[in-house]
């Protein structure tokens, strides 16, 4: 018995196997058959015909769809990351350019002090070198009082002094006076500050339109909309495999109805190997009902050879009742033959 089952799990495994065969064999009998046709004028089963267009229609949209998708996202990953670099490089500039400022600043301020300073200089910083030299000079007040906040006062003065050259310089950009500086480093550093700040306008402006890029990608993106295509997509490959299949079979199952002289080789040796496979299924499911009637046949016999051994038992039952039926009337016409004699001594 035991070989029998594994016969039929055996073959069984087989018929799988084939059947995946037939199934791959009638997805590419489909294939070719809606690339080059049947070679036939005959119209086969249109309504199969229509239901694969319309899949492969539905699987093709769903690929254009997500190729789109993860352009938009390979976009959108890739404008990200050229708007951190701006940014980064924005800061960079920023920095360069705030050094330049506060340099130029603490320089204009210095030329504003000196005899030979442009006019337009000593007027426009005239209230902070006021401020600056009355500090300076409230340190040397005779009064400890006043000396110890005028120490106070410089203190702060000095803390916040990159600030204020930076305000200085500020000032004189917006007067456009950076020229009344005249000092030996202040061109050379005018003309590397001018030179920053178109760069970090020209950055400034690219990186607002990548901004506004990715503002727009982000807008119409969602995380998970290409996780949800892809899963689309396996649906939809999925029910155009099938689609094709069902054609595929049909096809098979109906070769006659269009097959003649002009069919291409490609689809006769797919429906010969299609047959073969057919063919050996077949022979395996038959192979299949034997082994099982032969299980059949082996439950029947271990029955009978049970039922067999049972009788045998039962008649060894009876024969010993019947053994036991004898001793007890032969017991019985012992006790009556005793009664006769019992009564005939009252006699």
């Not at 590419?28 to 690339?35: G, I, P």
């Not at 998708?69 to 050229?82: A, F, P, V």
């Not at 000593?122 to 006043?146: A, D, M």
């Not at 009788?311 to 009664?339: G, P």
Request: one cysteine or more; proline letters at 1%.
């Amino acid at each position: 018995m035991q070989n029998f089952l594994n016969e039929i799990q055996l073959a069984e495994k087989q018929i799988e196997s084939s059947y995946q065969d037939l199934r791959t064999f009638a997805f590419q009998l489909c294939d070719e058959v809606m690339k080059n046709g049947t070679g036939s004028d005959i119209v086969i089963a249109p309504s199969l015909k229509s239901a694969v267009e319309e899949a492969l229609k539905d699987k093709n949209a769903l690929v254009e769809s997500l190729n789109n998708s993860k352009s938009d996202s390979t976009t959108l990953e890739d404008s990200k990351l050229q708007v951190g670099d701006l940014k980064k490089r924005l800061d960079e500039i920023e920095k360069k350019i705030r050094e330049l400022k506060k340099t130029l600043g603490a320089i204009a301020f210095e030329r504003s002090q000196a005899e030979d300073a442009d006019q337009r200089l000593k007027e426009l910083f005239k209230g902070e070198v006021e401020k600056y030299k009355t500090i300076s000079q409230n340190r040397n007040s005779e009064s400890i009082f006043s000396k110890t906040i005028a120490k106070v006062k410089y203190s702060q003065y000095i803390k916040k002094q990159d600030n204020t050259f930076i305000s200085l310089f500020n000032l004189l950009d917006s007067n456009k006076l950076l020229k009344t500086i005249k000092s030996p480093r202040s061109e050379d550093l005018i003309n590397e500050y001018q030179k920053l700040s178109k760069k970090r306008e020209i950055i400034k402006k690219r990186l607002k339109s990548r901004q506004n890029q990715v503002d727009n990608l982000m807008s119409n993106y969602q995380d998970d909309s290409i996780t949800i295509l892809e899963e689309s997509l396996k649906d939809a490959e999925s029910s155009y495999e099938e689609a094709c299949i069902s054609y595929g079979l049909f096809l098979f199952d109906n070769g006659s109805k269009w097959i003649n002289a002009s069919t291409q080789d490609q689809l006769l040796d797919l429906m010969t190997q299609m047959l073969q496979t057919q063919r050996y299924i077949d022979s395996q499911t038959e192979y299949i009902k034997k082994c099982r009637s032969m299980l059949v046949l082996d439950d029947y016999s271990a029955i009978i050879h049970e039922n067999e051994k049972k009788i045998s038992s039962l008649k060894k039952e009876i024969a010993r009742i019947n053994d036991q039926i004898s001793d007890i009337e032969k017991e019985n016409i012992n006790l009556r033959q005793k009664i006769k004699k019992l009564g005939g001594l009252d006699e």
